[in-house]
């Protein structure tokens, strides 16, 4: 079984930046794909970045190309998502996930895609 923990998660300004890290432990991490969703009130939960096993793909939601980047290190069994220029509509508990194979396959990937999930971060931009 697979355990992900997800820290960074803040209060910033809008133009601001954060840094969120899942810590994995459990299963091998470099054996899985892993991504970032997020869910907003009232909102489904919809998809953000996803990364292959290697770290050498990825892929991102329309709306956050450019301004996030999703990588991992396998050493350290870690998923991070660098984000800046955020704005308010980026506010949403974010989730770092898993999925069992070396990548999503099917893309945008969708949270039914996914086979480990964390217990999410909650991020907040202020306009």
């Known amino acids: 079984q697979v355990q992900l923990v997800e820290s960074g998660g803040g209060l910033v300004q809008a133009g601001g930046s954060l840094r969120l890290s899942c810590a994995a432990s459990g299963r091998s991490f470099s054996t899985y794909a892993m991504a970032w969703f997020r869910q907003a009130p009232g909102k489904e939960r919809e998809f953000v970045a996803a990364?292959?096993?290697?770290?050498?793909?990825?892929y991102y939601a329309d709306s956050v190309k450019g301004r996030f980047t999703i990588s991992r290190d396998n050493a350290r069994n870690t998923l991070s998502l660098q984000m800046i220029s955020l704005k308010p509509e980026d506010t949403a508990v974010y989730y770092c996930a898993g999925r069992g194979s070396y990548s999503y396959g099917e893309l945008p990937p969708l949270p039914q895609h996914s086979d480990y999930w964390g217990q999410g971060t909650q991020v907040t931009v202020s306009s």
């Open positions: 990364i292959n096993w290697s770290g050498g793909s990825t």
